[in-house]
């Protein structure tokens, strides 16, 4: 996007760090990333808030929020982006506007709670991520939201959401959501679809006039446990103590080595260099292929929860 208004193209993005970022781009490519900074110089971040409960602006209790997602949009119609920046923990969503022109942004360092039906965003399954796009046709811009879960459980599943804009232009009001892609927890026995981190990009992929949803995730699931015979019990016990015993060495090996290399007389780059040393030396890569050896077997024996990255499309009927 033309995030300063002079024609070229930047990249904006928001990070871990709790703040949106912009590499500007110039005659040579894309600048260096530069946080975004509020019209004090301050980095924007989502410690501030406006408390539609208390009626005045409110702390969050941190310093810099924490895996922050930001899109720009032109909230109020006057011709320059302000900032709608989701929230990790709560799946909030809020608005920080630009008070200065589209050249030069002055944003106020002080975020208001996004509402949806009456109610703040608190979008199940945390990690508000919007999407900006007219999903009805209707000529005003909705939200689309996918919403991230427990990535390593499962039992706190993601799905995607829309909000529809019922407002107007310059002053958007979003409904409740409703339901895209409904969260659900471990699929059965097979990866038949994402189930946590779910991030959507509505677009026409089969080209019929409407908008369907390409959705990155993970699937997680929990395969079919086999029978096992009174061999395969005894083999498995065997395999559960051999690695047991193998992962208590390799920790025993690994933490009297930091300790050595600690008592050194060596600036902290020296020492990691020892480190890397050790971890790629030859005792220990064959004690890793023997735990990945040794655990890859038991799992056919005893299943452990799978976890798989991929791509899926979802298409409108």
């Known amino acids: 996007m033309d995030f300063n208004a002079d024609g070229r193209i930047d ?3 928001a990070t871990f760090d709790g703040s949106p970022h912009v590499a500007y781009g110039t005659e040579d490519g894309f600048a260096e990333p530069v946080r975004i900074l509020d ?3 301050e980095r924007v ?3 501030q808030f406006w408390n ?3 009626k005045k602006w409110d702390n969050r209790g941190t310093e810099d929020g924490h895996c922050t997602s930001a899109v720009a949009f032109d909230w109020d119609a006057d011709g320059d982006f302000d900032l ?4 990790h923990d709560d799946g909030n969503l809020y608005l920080q506007r630009n008070e200065g022109t589209a050249e030069e942004p002055e944003f106020t360092g002080k975020n208001e709670m996004v509402l949806a039906g009456g109610q703040p965003f608190a979008l199940h399954g945390g990690v508000s991520a919007p999407r900006l796009v007219d999903w009805d046709d209707d000529g005003l811009t909705d939200l689309v939201i996918g919403s991230f879960g427990e990535s390593y459980t499962g039992e706190v599943a993601g799905g995607v959401y829309w909000y529809r804009n019922i407002g107007k232009p310059g002053a958007p009001k979003f409904a409740a959501a409703f339901t895209l892609i409904p969260p659900t927890k471990t699929q059965g026995h097979s990866a038949e679809r994402p189930n946590v981190g779910l991030y959507a990009d ?3 992929y089969d080209g019929d006039g409407d908008l369907d949803l390409i959705v990155g995730g993970y699937a997680i699931w929990m395969p079919e446990p086999p029978d096992l015979t009174e061999a395969m019990e005894a083999r498995a016990k065997k395999l559960d103590a051999e690695f047991t015993a193998a992962q208590a060495a390799h920790s025993k090996q690994y933490q009297d ?3 050595r290399i600690d008592t050194l007389d060596l600036d902290e ?3 990691g260099v020892k480190v890397r040393e050790f971890f790629n030396s030859d005792d220990q890569r064959a004690m890793r292929k023997k735990l990945d050896e040794l655990h890859a077997e038991l799992r056919k024996l005893r299943p452990e929860r799978e976890r798989k990255a991929g791509v899926w499309v979802f298409l409108r009927e």
């Open 11 to 13: 990249f904006f993005t």
């Open 39 to 41: 019209a004090n110089g």
């Open 45 to 47: 971040t989502l410690d």
């Open 52 to 54: 539609y409960d208390s």
């Open 84 to 87: 709608l920046l989701g929230d």
């Open 202 to 204: 509505p677009v026409d």
């Open 257 to 259: 080595e930091m300790r």
């Open 269 to 271: 780059d020296a020492k």
